[in-house]
């Protein structure tokens, strides 16, 4: 999406360690204008996929996770960090690690907001290794929903991530895919 492509030029930094730091406009301020484009994109590529649910994982996935499925008209659930005294004993749950906070955290979702008749699209930020698409990934075959797409905003391309997803069959959707980057340039695929 070239929207998006010339916002990550303009805005975006490549910082140590492979971090691409886009917090100004899409998980920290977000920009409102930019993410309904993105949810209206991710809506239009998944329009037929009869997709009954948005999932996505805490917290900087939220802004285009609620974008997609306020665009398709269906609910998002929120996979969370830490089980709270209000979640229900009945919960799938999966380990993710985090590139950016360099830590492992267990996942999980209410059983009562997921289950067999439900088409979930999934849609973060970022798409890098693709550990948080597999954990997400593994939540709704916990559930025995169907997975119907893979949606991200910035894909980094050299991480490897799209082909784990692919592996399990799951369609992938990047409206920005960066083949590479370092402090002076980003290179998008």
């Keep these: 999406m070239k929207l998006l492509e010339e916002k990550i030029l303009k805005e975006g930094k490549v910082l140590d360690g492979g971090v691409l730091k886009v917090d100004g406009f899409l998980n920290h301020r977000l920009d409102a204008a930019l993410l309904t484009a993105l949810g209206k994109d991710i809506a239009s590529k998944f329009e037929k996929s009869g997709a009954t649910l948005v999932l996505t994982v805490e917290s900087s996935g939220i802004a285009v996770a609620f974008a997609a499925a306020q ?12 089980k709270s005294v ?3 004993d009945g919960v799938y749950a999966a380990p993710v690690f985090s590139f950016t906070h360099k830590t492992e955290n267990t996942v999980l979702v209410s059983a009562e907001y997921i289950g067999e008749g439900d088409k979930v699209l999934v849609v973060d930020d970022f798409l890098a290794s693709g550990n948080a ?3 997400l990934l593994s939540l ?17 391309e050299e991480q490897g991530g799209r082909a784990l997803i692919e592996k399990k069959g799951v369609p992938v959707y990047s409206l920005a895919r960066i083949q590479k980057m370092s402090a002076n340039e980003i290179i998008f695929g």
């Design 140 to 156: 709704i075959e916990q559930a025995g929903a169907t997975p119907v797409g893979f949606a991200v905003a910035i894909e980094k």
């Design 133 to 135: 698409a597999i954990g």
């Design 71 to 82: 665009a398709l008209n269906v609910p998002v659930l929120v996979a969370k960090k830490h």
């Design 86 to 88: 209000n979640i229900a």
